[in-house]
């Protein structure tokens, strides 16, 4: 086992730069995601770290070892493809044990390793089975055991429950991180995907054309994300973002879009150096389980909306609201709002919690003031 050294990454495919100086340091046994939308540089960087992919510039360290140049067979890594790549004329014994043969293990030996990793990937009936003859999650299974059965330093994962369907995608997930945890080798797990990331990894790592926007644990990728694009990147629905000014009223200073006024805590504005920002064109962002949606509108700073979408989902209902010039879409529980009339148009009022509230350069899209909900003490002090 071993941790993970990336210093100045760079690949470029002629004058397309598609990883671009990317620097990562993983720790011995952690379970960290490279997540980003497809072009993103994410499988890129997984196939330099395999040994698939040479880099442009840059150092790769495995352990102590700089292995920055070596072939694919000198790194001592495991890997699972998005589509397995498992020899079809073989059985899911001959699969599993095929790494093992290339390195003239025994007979003995190869049986036992195959045996054990079968039992714990529960494929023992499947294993004179050839993979034609396998469910999706069996196949899943068997590319999983033929990576865990190499021990080797660090395993790697592209994608690898892509082509599974919702319901065993989810088994998966928790069956992965145990196995995962209960093996403790260093692995790094490629996905577009950011439930899947924010349930299993220990730390995430954000890309976006190519280059590393954020490198932090799902918690603080959700609840502190260094720009507006990791914002609404993460989260189901997304962050709602909307244009916004901010400006001075009577009882402080609030963000304004039009005839909608958000109240903003004076206190948090100077913790966040934001006085001299009065006037400046900014972004505000809320996820839609800050925003309280109610009968009718107020003078209690709510806001007038009218219902364009319902969502109903089970246990929660999206709102998707139209306030002035832009949308809000709002998450409640089905109990929360089972009264609520649910035809297009209906008028309604939403508030925006203010303790959720985040503010997002308009031009950089860097985050200018997290949300106050999210600060430590110190921070708000």
């Known amino acids: 086992m071993a941790g993970i050294s990336i210093e100045s990454l760079n690949k470029r495919f002629g004058s397309f730069v598609a990883v671009n100086d ?3 340091e993983v720790e011995d046994g952690e379970f960290v995601f490279l997540l980003g939308p497809s072009g993103c540089g994410k499988t890129t960087t997984l196939r330099m770290l395999a040994g698939l992919e040479m880099p442009s510039d840059g150092r790769i360290s495995i352990g102590a070892r700089n292995v920055t140049y070596l072939r694919p067979r000198h790194r001592n890594v495991g890997m699972v493809f998005q589509d397995y790549g498992l020899y079809r004329h073989m059985t899911v ?3 599993i044990a095929y790494p093992l043969q290339v390195r003239r293990l025994s007979k003995d030996e190869i049986r036992r ?5 079968a039992e714990t990937m529960q494929i023992t009936e499947v294993l004179q089975r050839k993979p034609d003859q396998l ?3 069996q196949l899943q299974r068997v590319a999983i055991a033929r990576m865990l059965v190499r021990d080797a330093d660090i395993f790697l994962m592209d994608e690898p429950m892509s082509h599974l369907d919702a319901q065993l995608r989810g088994h998966m997930r928790a069956e992965l991180r145990h196995i995962q945890k209960d093996i403790g080798v260093t692995t790094i797990f490629v996905t577009h995907d950011q439930l899947e990331a924010m349930t299993m990894a220990d730390r995430i790592i954000v890309m976006k054309d190519g280059e590393m926007l954020q490198f932090a644990t799902p918690r603080e990728i959700f609840e502190r994300p260094k720009n507006e694009f990791v914002a609404t990147f993460v989260g189901e629905p997304q962050m709602n973002v909307i244009d916004v000014t ?3 009223t009577d009882t402080g200073v609030a963000a304004v879009a039009g005839d909608v006024v958000v109240p903003l805590d004076q206190g948090w504005i100077v913790a966040n150096s934001l006085g001299d920002r009065v006037g400046e064109p900014l972004r505000l962002g ?3 389980e800050h925003v309280a949606i109610a009968g009718q509108p107020d003078a209690d700073h709510s806001i007038p909306a009218n219902l364009y979408a319902f969502e109903p989902t089970g246990a929660e209902n999206l709102y998707v609201m139209r306030c002035g010039g832009f949308e809000v879409t709002t998450r409640t529980s089905t109990t929360d709002t089972a009264h609520f009339d649910k035809t297009e148009g209906a008028s309604f009022a939403l508030r925006f919690d203010p303790q959720w509230v985040y503010l997002f350069d308009r031009k950089s899209g860097d985050t200018i ?4 909900a999210s600060l430590t003490d110190d921070e708000k002090e």
């Not at 390793?113 to 990793?117: I, R």
């Not at 003031?369 to 106050?372: E, P, R, V």
């Open 93 to 95: 014994f001959g699969n």
């Open 113 to 117: 390793k195959v045996d054990a990793v």
């Open 22 to 24: 990317v620097n990562i």
């Open 246 to 248: 901010l400006a001075k």
């Open 135 to 137: 469910s999706g999650g």
């Open 286 to 288: 809320i996820r839609p």
């Open 369 to 372: 003031a997290y949300a106050a």
